[in-house]
């Protein structure tokens, strides 16, 4: 963080670097990472969808590749992640944050929340993977214990209950996010 | 098309028309109405992914949104569409052809096949929808057919196979391709 001579924060480069996407990077290398070893296993067939762009101008003029001079972030209408494992539709949103006592629900979007519940209304295995990046600690939680609290009016999803009612996720080198175990736990308990 | 003096075809302009993703656009403008529709009257969740952008300059200047300021089409490594209907996860991709006699597999990206072909072996339902433009006519093909001739070193799919094995897809208003009547079908037949 850059801090000006009169001491005063540099909000305005701290907001661009999250509205860009700068957040959550790390947590989407290790999910990639994780899909790319399901994948290469055979045990499950999983991406990230690639990041919604409004394309103004294409520049045609080149003789290589056509090139796009003027696009903009777009808001996304689903969530990042879905795919297919043991036969059934998964789908799913990862979050970092860097709270220590909650997740706030202002890092995902209505839409998504809204695309989640759909998912699982349709017998969709929905869930949001969540990252406390200062904690190190990554927690899969089914989609309805947020959407519930969501729709109960709360701003936020407190660590307790996270720990509580979410997975704790194990970390390893080939594999650095293996959620698909915490899954197979949520197929037991039927959800 | 542009004629040179010399008689030789602009083949240039030509090549990037379609390199930059021109085809198929009403066939998508169908597809992502019927699936808004099947969304509406909750009957399925399928959505189009968006097109992956490989993003090299953001402009973080301008006091608004960041501004995409150069970047460039890649090539898709799964199917462009995908979703859950009747509890079962549904994958497919689609395109358009001006060809009267057959379905041509450069059209179609290797990877997408080879994609298909583990959403089949997940359990996933897989096909494509081609659509004869000068014909008007839509067909849903399993991915199986597609990926089998494909494999055998076949080129295309002749119209006359596509016509066979394929389900004909009724245009409507509200729904412009309903296919997930010919899903249906397919499921009845066990695929």
Tied chains: 1, 2.
Excluded at 17 to 42: C, F, M, P, V, W
Excluded at 133 to 150: C, K, P, S
Excluded at 154 to 178: A, E, F, N, T
């Amino acid at each position: 963080m850059v801090h000006y001579p009169t001491g005063k924060k540099n909000t305005f480069q701290e907001k661009n670097k999250i509205s860009a996407g700068r957040r959550g990077q790390a947590l989407e290398k290790d999910l990639n990472q994780s899909n790319q070893y399901y994948l290469d296993t055979n045990k499950a067939v999983i991406h990230k969808k690639p990041t919604p762009i409004q394309i103004v101008k294409v520049d045609y003029q080149s003789r290589s590749t056509a090139k796009i001079t003027e696009a903009y972030f777009r808001i996304p209408s689903t969530t990042d992640y879905n795919g297919i494992y043991k036969g059934r539709y998964l789908d799913f949103e990862a979050k970092e944050t860097r709270s220590r006592t909650l997740f706030p629900f202002k890092a995902i979007h209505p839409h998504q929340l809204i695309h989640l519940k759909q998912v699982k209304s349709h017998g969709g295995i929905a869930f949001v993977i969540i990252r406390f990046v200062l904690l190190q600690e990554t927690y899969l939680v089914e989609a309805g214990i947020v959407i519930e609290a969501y729709e109960n009016k709360q701003h936020s999803l407190p660590l307790s209950v996270v720990r509580d009612k979410g997975y704790l996720l194990k970390s390893g080198y080939i594999c650095p996010v293996d959620y698909l175990k915490a899954v197979d736990q949520l197929l037991l308990k039927g959800e």
